[in-house]
C-alpha cells in the first residue's frame, strides 16, 4: 500500500473520530440544556398553580369579609 493511501485513510480515521465526538459533545450538551429548561419550566408552573390556588382562596375570603359586613 502506497504512503499516500495510508496517509489519506489516517485522515478519514481522524475526521471520523473527531466528527463523531463532536457530534456526541453537543448532544450531551442540548440534552443537559433541556433538562435545565425543564426544571425552571417546572418551577414556573409550580408558582403558577400556587398563585392560582392563592388566587382562588382570597376570593373566599372577600365573599366571607362582605357576608360578615353585611351582618354587622
Known amino acids: 500500500m502506497s504512503s499516500e493511501v495510508l496517509v489519506a485513510l489516517l485522515s478519514l ?3 471520523l473520530i473527531g466528527t ?3 457530534i456526541l459533545a453537543a448532544n450531551r450538551l442540548v440534552t443537559y440544556r ?4 425543564e426544571e425552571k419550566v417546572n ?3 409550580q ?5 392560582f390556588r392563592l388566587e382562588g382562596q382570597m376570593v373566599e375570603v372577600q365573599h366571607e369579609i362582605k357576608d360578615i359586613k ?3
Open 43 to 45: 418551577k414556573h408552573n
Open 13 to 15: 480515521a481522524g475526521t
Open 20 to 22: 463523531l465526538g463532536g
Open 47 to 51: 408558582v403558577i398553580e400556587r398563585t
Open 70 to 72: 353585611s351582618k354587622l
Open 34 to 37: 433541556i433538562e435545565q429548561l
